[in-house]
């Protein structure tokens, strides 16, 4: 697995599904950039989106508990391998903001890391109170790559199916809704839990 397929790894990214292709057909009806005149269609276009969106975020779960399990690691490891895969080298505290653990759990995670030596604990050149965490892709490479490649393979064909203008659309509903969803995902973390009686 190169540095870009350890990157694209989790398939949650890509929600590339067969409801996509309608989206786009919908969007570019009648020239109209998406406004239709016909509510009913709309409607049912944004539902079946819906659906689609959370079946896919569900088998993207199932699949990385799948290689989890595989690979004999934790799911919350192999997801933040991904993240320090996609953002390079952070600092404990970093990677505990981006994953909502705690910095205790962060421990924890970045020493199983470091023993199955996917990733290091370096000094921080600034700060001596922190480290920093470093990503040994190679060797994720190495024990993850099989685990990966048919669902990168049968990502890339399903990409050959659309033409550059349907991919950019694709790509732009996917980066909005990224960051749609980390914006909700701060807030959820943000309230306080009320507690139940």
Known sequence: MT?????????????????ISYLIRFFNKEGKGGVSSNYADRASSVAALDRALRETSAQSVLFSQAVADRVGMNPTDLESLDILARY???????????????TGAITGLVDRLESRGYARREPH???????????LLENAERD??????????????????YSDDELAVIADF????????AEQIAKV?????????
Do not use: H, W
């Not at 996917?174 to 969803?181: D, E, G, L, N």
């Open 3 to 19: 540095q870009a397929s350890v990157r694209r790894a989790p398939p949650a990214t890509l929600f590339l599904t067969r409801n």
């Open 88 to 102: 390079g080298p952070m600092t404990a505290g970093r990677l505990a903001e981006l994953t909502g653990l705690t």
């Open 125 to 135: 050149p600034t700060d001596r109170r922190s480290v920093v965490v470093r990503p």
């Open 144 to 161: 993850l790559a099989s685990s990966y490649a048919a669902m990168s393979k049968a990502m890339d064909e399903l990409v050959s199916r």
């Open 174 to 181: 996917i980066s909005r809704a990224a960051t749609v969803t």
């Open 189 to 197: 973390r943000g309230k306080s839990m009320e507690p139940r009686a």
